[in-house]
């Protein structure tokens, strides 16, 4: 999966399915396609505020999984479950807020924290179906999922990342908090080359 690291003269903005488009949801879910299709349908409200020219230059720099562009935005995610390779809150920005794209990959060493990082955990999962025992556990499996992200914070409790920083201010947004026990592996993220 690629993923990249954008520096923004805006924040990205989040957008809702366009409403009674089953067939555009399950698209979503499905593939990369299926979130420019999403994009694609939302209302000119919406992409009015993704063109609205900001006010200043915000100086955010953004890591995510790489999803999916046209001609005008960009898409991006922090969040892929691995088992469905589904994204989890996909993003959008014009392609004229963009100042830099660098692609990423796993590096070696020890992560510190402000660098950009991957984190790889394991979340629950909730089935609120009816069914037998048998019929349950051959549908309900922990998610493995993989979040992209600055590290904030890690301790023997709980490790938080953020995927978006505020370079003027070192503020960070969008953060995820997973106890320590759920982390599978956490990998610095260096320029690829």
């Not at 991006?76 to 100042?99: E, G, H, M, Q």
């Not at 025992?133 to 051959?138: A, Y």
């Not at 301790?155 to 759920?182: G, Q, W």
């Amino acid at each position: 999966m690629k993923i990249i690291r954008l520096n923004l003269i805006k924040g990205v903005s989040y957008f809702d399915p366009p409403a009674n488009t089953d067939k555009v949801k399950q698209a979503l879910s499905a593939n990369k396609a299926g979130i420019l299709e999403w994009y694609l349908k939302t209302p000119k409200k919406f992409k009015d505020i993704v063109f609205e020219k900001p006010s200043k230059n915000y100086n955010i720099s953004r890591i995510g999984f790489f999803i999916n562009k046209n001609s005008d935005v960009l898409i991006t995610s922090a969040n892929l479950n691995l088992n469905t390779k589904k994204f989890r809150s996909p993003c959008v920005i014009s392609k004229d807020y963009i100042t830099k794209t660098d692609e990423m990959k796993e590096g070696k060493g020890v992560v510190r924290v402000g660098e950009p990082c991957i984190l790889y955990w394991q979340d629950a999962a909730a089935n609120f179906g009816l069914g037998t025992i048998e019929e349950i556990t051959e549908k309900s499996h922990v998610v493995d999922v993989a979040n992209v992200g600055f590290l904030l914070h890690k301790d023997d409790k709980e490790t938080y990342i953020a995927p978006h920083k505020n370079n003027d201010h070192d503020m960070y947004r969008e953060v995820l908090v997973v106890p320590t026990s759920n982390i599978v592996s956490l990998k610095k993220l260096v320029l690829k080359t």
